[in-house]
C-alpha cells in the first residue's frame, strides 16, 4: 500500500531562484496539508486543501510561497525567490477528512536548501 | 507565540529508566495526538486522545489527557533504546469554532536512550 510520497527528497538551490515541490498523498484522501519543520520554529502548518480548494492558507509565511492541488490529489508546494530562511524540511500530510480527529499521514518530506 | 509548550526539550537516559513528557496549553484542544519522528521520515501517529481524563496504554506507553483538555503527557516505562527519536505533541485547537484537522505542534522532545 502506498502512503504519502513527496519529491524530491532533496533540494539545493541558490537564493533567488524557484523551485517546486511535489505531493502524492494516499488515495481517496480528501484532506492535504503542508508544513514545514526547521531547527528554529518546529514544525509549522502552512496551508490546508479539502479537494482541490484551500480553506486554511493562514501559514504561508510570504507571498512568495503558493500552493496548489489538482484532480483531489497531486499538491505542489512552490516558492518563489527562494531566500536563505526558506531553509526547511517540508512536510506534506494526508487524511481521509479534515476534521479533527483523523490521522494525518505524513510524507518523508523534503529536505531544502538555500545556499 | 508556541500554542504548545513541550518539555523538556532533550532527555538522556539510561535502559530501563522510566521517563515522562509533558505538552500544555492555555488553549482547549479539540483533540490531542503523540507523533514519533526518525530521522530522515515524516512523524508516525502514536495516539490520539479525545477525551478529557482520558488514558490509553500502547505496550510500555501511556497518554493521558487531562481533565479539562488543555495538557496531555506520555509516559514511557522501562525505556529502551529503540524508542530512541523527537517525540511531539500535537492539537487540534479550538479557535472561532474552528476545529478541524490543522495540527499545532509543540517544539519536541529529543529522547536518547543509551544501551
Known amino acids: 500500500g502506498a502512503g504519502v510520497s513527496q519529491s524530491p527528497s532533496n533540494k539545493v538551490t541558490e537564493k533567488g531562484k524557484d523551485v517546486e515541490l511535489r505531493c502524492d498523498p494516499i488515495?481517496?484522501?480528501?484532506?492535504l496539508y503542508w508544513y514545514r519543520q526547521s531547527l528554529g520554529q518546529g514544525l509549522e502548518f502552512l496551508i490546508y486543501f479539502q479537494g482541490n480548494s484551500a480553506p486554511d492558507k493562514s501559514g504561508l509565511p510570504s507571498d512568495r510561497f503558493s500552493a496548489e492541488r489538482t484532480g483531489g490529489s497531486v499538491s505542489t508546494l512552490t516558492i518563489q525567490r527562494t531566500q536563505q530562511e526558506d531553509s526547511a524540511v517540508y512536510l506534506c500530510?494526508?487524511?481521509?477528512?479534515?476534521?479533527?480527529?483523523?490521522?494525518?499521514?505524513f510524507g518523508p518530506g523534503t529536505r531544502l536548501t538555500v545556499t | 507565540t508556541q500554542l504548545l509548550e513541550q518539555s523538556p526539550q532533550f532527555l538522556s537516559i539510561q535502559e530501563g529508566e522510566n521517563l515522562t513528557v509533558y505538552c500544555n496549553s492555555s488553549s482547549v484542544f479539540s483533540s490531542l495526538q503523540w507523533y514519533r519522528q526518525e530521522p530522515g521520515e515524516g512523524p508516525v501517529l502514536l495516539v490520539t486522545v479525545v477525551t478529557g481524563g482520558e488514558v490509553k496504554k500502547l505496550k510500555r506507553l501511556t497518554f493521558q489527557f487531562g481533565d479539562a483538555r488543555k495538557d496531555s503527557s506520555l509516559h514511557i516505562t522501562a525505556a529502551q533504546p529503540g524508542d530512541t527519536g523527537l517525540y511531539l505533541c500535537a492539537a487540534s485547537l479550538i479557535a472561532g469554532g474552528t476545529s478541524y484537522g490543522k495540527l499545532t505542534f509543540g517544539q519536541g522532545t529529543i529522547l536518547t536512550v543509551h544501551p
Open positions: 500530510a494526508s487524511s481521509l477528512r479534515g476534521l479533527a480527529g483523523y490521522e494525518q499521514y
Open positions: 488515495s481517496g484522501h480528501t484532506a
